[in-house]
């Protein structure tokens, strides 16, 4: 299986295809006309409509149809194969709106796609530029590929900012969220929870589990449930007074981080996860 390193969460659907030996060299960008994760990924694993995206990001990174398969995200019966062309050789993404009016997206999951597009175009080696990532509604404009569509809502207006956005986190000069547009909340200093490895994330979810603050499974992929038994860990342990909704943010992570203290980590408490930080927090939890 081959997925972003940055993937929170694992749900697969049955609809895709074969990639037929296209290399990726693109980036495609839809937004999924609606509020609700949950709702669009049970969508596509339930196949209720006929379509696919490889992620589906929000304020976490689903992954729904693996890096080597072909997603049924941008095709149509009425452009000759192009758009199922355009999939074939591209990362595809539906991201979830925050609101219906001009259909904007939240700052953390602007923030996500700017690094997926990061992590993607660093794995498979084709620059983050005009040409490389593209927007749905492009591919008609551009093309004259899939159909007519002012997919993906806001999205497209700020274009540019995401691809500056996701050039600094390729170049390792962004740290957390941009700043948010007028027609957004204001904007947290999130920092990049998913650097921990498979390896522990399982080492978490056995401790989390022995210390009755988890109940799912230890399977190396994190969810909300997971995050919930860590911010029960910290709230008890470390002084987070957030709520315990396993949606994590700056102040998750700070206390992370104070947490982490307890198991060796000498670093500051910025709210950013490193490699010494998820050490450190492993450390103390298996303790």
């Not at 994760?37 to 689903?62: C, F, K, L, P």
């Not at 979830?96 to 080696?125: G, M, P, Q």
């Not at 979810?205 to 029960?232: F, H, I």
């Not at 492993?282 to 303790?287: G, I, N, T």
Request: glycine share 10%; hydrophobic share 30%.
């Amino acid at each position: 299986m081959t997925h972003s390193k940055l993937t929170n969460k694992i749900s697969l659907s049955s609809q895709s295809s074969s990639r037929d030996g296209a290399k990726i060299d693109r980036f495609l960008v839809h937004h999924a006309a609606s509020t609700s994760q949950e709702g669009v990924v049970d969508m596509m694993v339930r196949g209720t409509r006929t379509v696919s995206a490889n992620y589906v990001v929000g304020d976490t990174i689903t992954l729904v149809v693996d890096e080597d398969r072909r997603a049924w995200t941008s095709g149509s019966k009425y452009d000759g194969g192009k758009g199922a062309a355009f999939d074939k050789r591209s990362i595809t993404v539906e991201t979830i709106n925050n609101s219906t009016k001009n259909w904007t997206v939240s700052d953390k999951t602007f923030d996500n796609l700017a690094r997926l597009i990061a992590d993607v175009a660093t794995r498979y080696e084709f620059p983050i530029n005009d040409d490389t990532v593209l927007t749905h509604q492009e591919l008609w404009t551009r093309f004259r590929a899939s159909y007519p569509t002012a997919c993906p809502g806001d999205l497209q207006r700020r274009k540019a900012e995401l691809l500056t956005l996701a050039r600094k986190y390729q170049s390792g000069k962004a740290t957390g969220a941009t700043t948010a547009p007028s027609t957004s909340k204001p904007a947290s200093t999130a920092a990049s929870s998913t650097t921990a490895t498979a390896a522990q994330w399982k080492t978490i979810q056995e401790w989390l589990k022995r210390l009755g603050r988890y109940s799912g499974p230890a399977d190396g992929v994190p969810g909300v449930n997971t995050w919930k038994g860590v911010q029960r860990t910290v709230r008890d342990r470390a002084g987070y007074t957030g709520p315990i909704d396993g949606k994590p943010g700056v102040n998750t992570y700070k206390a992370m981080q104070r947490y982490a203290q307890g198991g060796g980590y000498t670093g500051p408490v910025d709210g950013v996860l490193g490699a010494n930080s998820w050490a450190g927090f492993v450390k103390r939890l298996s303790s």
